[in-house]
């Protein structure tokens, strides 16, 4: 208790004695406290200042039992002298009674000639009892679409936008009132409104959040002005057609450094220049219904539940889907550190059609490790590495690998240059020896076969194979019925996400090689 009052009051501000007794009033939950103290102004007012607090009524002044009444005559009435509640004649009170006395008749009459009055009944009327008959029972009954009814496109964007605009309403109804600084949310209220001015403008409002809930709401506000509020589709439009990468960020809204980006790295100046300038920029949440698309394009098994994850920013290429870079998981590079590598990777990658980006070369080569060589420290933690990731792989680092990163890597650094020249003769060699004169007929059995889908720079295509069909299989299937404009062309194909190389798992099957029902990105070298 005593350390959630601390916290408690290094949030709010607010005095010791208000935080233990708003803990009190929630059990001692630290959350629901902060969101009842910032959403409900007038306890702040009543605990933290109690002498507003509205003053007791005076006994001499309270509501007393009427002490008499008055006759068809004009005459008044005290029911009880010995009554002694009765201090004294209080000619002002027995007007009074008088009054509610006749009020009481006024009300009852409008009443009875509301609801139709006296006996008869009828519709809206009263019963011969006085009391108003009961509404009239309806039946109805719930239809459940038939067995062989599917939505089409229509019906399927009408339920999703319906979808969308609940999750918008329950997240202003979590948001509660202004005056709370961390329950913002990505897509709600991005534009001024009553209670948030425009700039400039000298118009205030009595519910405008004030002192440390306003600061702090400001300092975590996500980026609107750089935010595109775009579907994926609609963001790879306008990527293609602007020729822009698109930069994602995506956010765990219980983790306090992905709001720390909106504070660091989105408010520099530098960083949003550069953005603004080459990049469409998205933000979602993990739990957004937009960001569903994406996460299932780019977190394999799940991997968006992996804390470790987040943050979590990503360059995608619009023309094809391929993600060529990622920054996942912490430590996240610093302003300066970021708007560096945002830098390098406009030097290295371009969108122009006739450039060619970095591919991998080789795969990176794990470091041998010498073991009588090593410190007592590095050992240790060596066997603590190893125990964890044989208990189901290690928790404090993320799952997911920056296809940047894997553009640089030449292999062991021992080999030297020759290593990095003998791997693109290698992969042209193995390309050369594939024959071009085998087309692909699709096969007809389903439970043998898997599809796979293919990117290109023009669009998409899907064909059928048997699962135990070799890799090479498709690489035959290209070369003898090339795409469209592409005859003759050198082309490789990696897999989706993660960037692998299908050139050096040939002979593996289609099953064994992880494609059953995957993506592979088609890539043309000019």
Same mark, same amino acid.
């Given at each position: ?41 007038? &306890?702040?007012?009543?605990?933290? *200042? +109690? ?18 009444? /008055?006759?068809?005559?004009?005459? @008044?009435? =005290? !029911?009880? !002298? ?43 009327? &009263? ?58 949310? @990505? ?54 057609? /602007?020729?822009?990468? @698109? ?17 660091? =790295? ?39 539940? *992996? ?7 990503? @360059? ?13 998981? =912490? ?15 406009? !030097? ?17 080569? /794990? ?56 791997? +693109? ?16 007929? /699709? ?8 599809? =796979? ?15 135990? !069909? ?57």
């Amino acid at each position: 208790m005593d350390d959630n009052i601390v916290q408690f009051v290094g949030i709010t501000g607010a005095p010791e004695a208000a935080a233990r007794q708003v803990l009190e009033m929630c059990g001692d939950d630290l959350m629901q406290a902060i969101q009842l103290w910032f959403n409900d102004e007038e &306890l702040q007012r009543s605990l933290t *200042n +109690p002498s507003s607090a509205a003053p007791p009524i005076p006994t001499s002044t309270r509501p007393r039992a009427n002490i008499g009444h /008055e006759d068809a005559s004009g005459v @008044i009435h =005290i !029911d009880s !002298d010995d009554d002694e509640d009765v201090e004294m004649f209080d000619p002002n009170r027995v007007a009074q009674s008088a009054q509610e006395e006749e009020d009481a008749a006024m009300a009852k009459r409008l009443q009875e000639e509301m609801y139709g009055g006296g006996s008869g009944g009828g519709a809206g009327g &009263l019963a011969d009892d006085d009391v108003r008959a009961p509404i009239a029972r309806v039946t109805e009954t719930l239809v459940a679409p038939s067995a062989a009814w599917t939505p089409d496109e229509d019906d399927h964007a009408q339920m999703l936008e319906q979808f969308r605009a609940r999750q918008r309403a329950a997240g202003a109804a979590r948001r509660g009132g202004r005056n709370n600084p961390f329950a913002q949310t @990505i897509w709600d209220a991005g534009a001024p409104t009553p209670d948030t001015p425009e700039p400039g403008s000298s118009r205030g409002s009595s519910s405008a959040p004030t002192g440390r809930a306003a600061r702090l709401a400001e300092l975590f506000r996500p980026p609107f002005d750089l935010m595109a509020d775009l579907t994926w589709d609609e963001a790879r439009d306008e990527g293609k057609a /602007e020729q822009k990468w @698109i930069l994602v960020n995506l956010q765990d809204m219980t983790d306090f450094n992905c709001q720390a980006l909106n504070r660091d =790295i989105w408010k520099d100046e530098a960083i949003k220049s550069l953005v603004r300038e080459n990049f469409v920029f998205l933000q979602y949440s993990k739990d957004d219904p937009r960001a569903q698309e994406f996460i299932q394009f780019y977190f394999p098994n799940q991997s968006h539940e *992996n804390p470790n994850n987040y943050p979590h920013v990503s @360059i995608v290429d619009p023309r094809t889907g391929e993600q060529v870079k990622t920054w996942s998981g =912490i430590p996240f590079p610093s302003p300066l550190e970021f708007h560096a590598q945002l830098a390098e990777f406009l !030097d290295r990658y371009s969108l122009d059609p006739t450039a060619k980006n970095p591919v991998v070369k080789a795969k990176r080569q /794990e470091r041998v490790v010498d073991v009588d060589r090593m410190t007592e420290e590095e050992m240790l933690e060596m066997a603590l590495k190893n125990s964890m990731e044989s208990n189901g792989g290690s928790l404090a680092t993320p799952d997911l690998q920056d296809p940047d990163e894997l553009t640089k890597s030449v292999g062991d650094l021992a080999q030297g240059e020759e290593s990095e020249a003998a791997a +693109p003769a290698h992969e042209a060699s193995a390309f050369s020896k594939i024959p071009s004169d085998r087309p692909h007929t /699709e096969p007809t059995d389903p439970a043998s076969t898997t599809r =796979i889908q293919f990117r290109h720079p023009s669009g998409r295509i899907i064909r059928r194979f048997n699962v135990n !069909d070799p890799v090479q299989r498709i690489y035959e299937w290209l070369k003898a019925e090339p795409l469209e404009g592409k005859e003759g062309m050198e082309f490789e194909l990696k897999t989706m996400p993660g960037g692998k190389d299908l050139i050096e798992m040939l002979d593996q099957g289609i099953e064994e090689a992880g494609l059953k029902q995957a993506t592979v990105m088609v890539e043309f070298i000019e």
